[in-house]
């Protein structure tokens, strides 16, 4: 890109001019009209979600490329429509940008998005564009799911264990690292690099739903309750009891966390990023014992059964080892938009 081109801002081409450019990340066969027409099976159901990303809340200069912003943002839709048990069918983009913005940024933005997207095959199929003071990205994503195999929170039982697909702690540990590099003097380059990944790309894991299918295939109604841990890990199994009306053991010693926290961290900060610092796109999974371990012998390594549903509403986290006094969680102790 020349650099002319690259220096252009948004006023300087307007919504019209901007809309151009960003058709090219479309399929052309469906942009165009009022609304995209999207195809499902037949005896499938249409799960729609959306998720809104603001500058300096969710994505910032100092921490994201406009690339890395963009995949975040599809990755954390997509993200949803798997905790939903749901195949992607594609996403609309709501950008609000303030007018001194470069046309390049928008564009390397809808790029990271496609390199995402284009993993799942999922095509971008529309949105809209506004002038806004604050840069905002709401992406509303719609994927599809045979009514049988829909997961909700709502459905653990006393008893069910539960799973969490992978490692948590990595995408916060990859943030801190970007926001002060001096804390990586005891990490090589290549530990550095994958933390800072797992906050920058992280991988929605739509690739664990053919795996539930699979096990559960002679299972009906489903046995199965969740949602993904991009809250924080703390705040999916807070959420899953609160809508099934139980109460949960976590056991801390079982909660996987990366390799490199052990000589890098504190015990009580790994905890704290594991349990709270959000962003690591996993499933939280509450099933049976006997399919949560047939469940873990098809995942990769970093998934786990990190306790079970018990009766009450108390969320506990547990140390079998009684190094740790139990503790109850809570939301409080996460991010919460509009805390004090």
């Not at 490692?167 to 926001?179: D, I, N, P, T, Y």
Request: charged residues 20%.
């Amino acid at each position: 890109m020349n650099r002319e081109l690259s220096s252009q801002q948004v006023k300087d081409i307007g919504e019209q001019g901007l809309l151009e450019r960003l058709q090219r990340f479309c399929p052309p066969e469906i942009i165009g009209d009022d609304a995209a027409v999207l195809v499902t099976a037949p005896e499938q159901s249409l799960v729609v979600t959306t998720d809104v990303l603001v500058d300096g809340v969710h994505f910032s200069n100092l921490t994201t490329s406009p690339e890395d912003a963009g995949w975040r943002a599809a990755a954390a839709n997509l993200s949803d429509l798997a905790a939903m048990g749901a195949s992607p069918l594609g996403i609309t983009v709501g950008l609000g940008l303030p007018g001194e913005v470069r046309v390049s940024w928008v564009e390397r933005l809808y790029q990271g998005m496609t390199e995402c997207l284009q993993k799942y095959n999922t095509p971008i199929v529309g949105g809209d564009i506004v002038r806004s003071p604050v840069t905002t990205l709401a992406i509303t994503a719609f994927g599809q799911v045979h009514p049988s195999q829909i997961i909700r929170r709502s459905a653990a039982v006393v008893g069910d264990a539960i799973v969490v697909t992978g490692v948590h702690g990595a995408s916060r540990a990859g943030l801190e690292l970007l926001l002060h590099p001096e804390l990586a003097q005891s990490l090589n380059n290549e530990e550095k690099t994958a933390l800072i990944h797992a906050h920058q790309r992280p991988q929605p894991r739509l690739d664990v739903l053919p795996i539930l299918w699979k096990i559960l295939d002679s299972q009906c109604p489903m046995p199965i309750s969740g949602m993904d841990s991009s809250d924080g890990l703390a705040d999916a199994i807070i959420q899953i009891c609160r809508a099934s009306g139980v109460g949960a053991v976590l056991e801390h010693r079982q909660i996987p966390i990366p390799k490199t926290f052990n000589h890098w961290l504190t015990p009580e900060q790994a905890l704290k990023y594991a349990l709270y610092g959000g962003e690591d796109f996993e499933l939280v999974l509450c099933l049976p014992q006997e399919l949560a371990s047939a469940l873990l012998q098809h995942l990769g390594e970093g998934a786990a059964i990190v306790g079970r549903i018990t009766a009450g509403s108390t969320v506990l986290l547990h140390d079998e080892q009684k190094k740790l006094p139990d503790q109850v969680l809570s939301l409080s102790q996460g991010f919460q938009h509009f805390g004090q």
